[in-house]
């Protein structure tokens, strides 16, 4: 069976040399006679994986000894609550950017802890954006400050990033190591691993290690961030084969490196956006200046014409292309790991589905 183009949001492409890797170990990890989901988080095997992982995350971040990489699970959905649970306390406030469903999520859990300032809100605005540098209204004090830096399901993305004053929290999960950016400017960054980094199951979360140290003590253990640093992540047994998945994933953005990893995002999403904009027949939902790389958003004439659209692709192997529910259209996840033929072949079937349908 050959493989197709993915273009889902995730649980998304992996790259295939790190999947092959994976399939050649699955029953018998290097000798050991184990599979890696079968042995102990507490051996030597183990922690050798467990270890690069964490140190292949610190240089593909550039990241100092200040701060700890931790692996959490749960999803970012867990770390919503979680981030709020450890550092918003009673008479405090953190800010919160509204630019779509997952900063509306964020939000929604951040509120049952304690008080939100909506710091700017875009995300009922048609065509989506994201808010600008301007319209950003911070709180003096706030204990944190929580953007989310691509919109999945908008496909909006932040290219700049604020200057708050107070901690800044990013929920990178949809775009975390696919562009150039300062993670020393962040007290916090999270991502679920399923978009860009390994499966679903498992979270990153970067932290600085002083900001940490300032959580919510009363809290229970396996929700305190200071748990997994002070335990390395391994207080209890944690989803040993995503962070297998995770490494063998970093190793290869390792070796591609990521100034060529960065360039191929950008290039690969511009081949998508040239082709809606060359047009009338495609409609770009975003607004230009804030359209996401990983997720491009498009309608076409009709919604009949939209389910043709997918349906036609599928058959030519492209699939996943169904914008997501709440919104409908088109979209076409391109994470890291997508290949450049995906995007070649999606392209040439949107310029010959013009052809047969404009």
């Known amino acids: ?17 790190a999947l092959q890797e994976a399939q050649a170990d699955l029953v018998d990890y290097k000798g050991s006679g184990m599979s890696i989901m079968e042995m102990s988080h507490r051996g030597k095997e183990y922690d050798a994986i467990h270890n690069e992982a964490i140190a292949n995350v610190k240089e593909l971040m550039g990241l100092s000894d200040d701060y700890a990489v931790l692996f959490i699970q749960g999803g970012a959905s867990l770390q919503f609550a979680m981030l709020p649970m450890n550092f918003l306390g009673q008479g405090q406030t953190a800010d919160y950017i509204n630019a779509g469903s997952w900063g509306t999520a964020a939000i929604k859990q951040a509120r049952m802890i304690g008080n939100v300032n909506i710091a700017a809100e875009c995300h009922k605005d048609i065509p989506t954006r994201m808010p600008e540098l301007k319209e950003m209204k911070w709180t003096p004090g706030a204990v944190y400050s929580h953007i989310t830096t691509n919109e999945t399901i908008a496909g909006t993305q932040l290219k700049e990033m604020p200057v708050t004053g107070s901690p800044l929290i990013a929920d ?3 775009d975390i190591l696919s562009c150039p950016v300062d993670y020393s400017k962040f007290a916090m960054v999270y991502a679920g691993a399923q978009k860009n980094l390994g499966p679903s ?63 191929q995002n950008r290039d690969k999403a511009q081949l998508i956006y040239d082709a809606i904009d060359s ?18 958003t498009f309608r076409l004439p009709t919604e009949e014409l939209e389910e043709i659209f997918i349906k036609q692709a599928s058959e030519v192997g492209m699939k996943q292309l169904k914008g997501h ?20 072949a999606l392209v040439s079937f949107m310029k010959d589905f013009e052809k047969r349908n404009g």
């Open 1 to 17: 069976m050959s493989r197709i183009h993915n273009f889902s949001a995730g649980p998304a492409v992996l790259p295939l040399e």
């Open 172 to 174: 990178m999960s949809s």
């Open 201 to 263: 199951g498992l979270a990153l979360v970067v932290i600085r290690k002083d900001f940490a140290a300032k959580g919510n003590i009363a809290l229970p253990t396996m929700l305190k961030y200071q748990t997994f640093i002070d335990e390395n992540s391994l207080y209890n047994t944690p989803p040993c084969f995503g962070i297998y998945m995770l490494c063998l994933t970093t190793r290869w953005m390792k070796k591609m490196t990521l100034q060529k990893l960065f360039k």
């Open 279 to 296: 047009t009338g027949f495609y409609r770009g939902t975003a607004k230009k200046e804030f359209r996401s790389d990983m997720n491009i």
């Open 325 to 344: 529910r709440m919104v409908g259209g088109i979209r076409a996840s391109v994470y890291n790991a997508f290949p450049v033929a995906g995007v070649e």
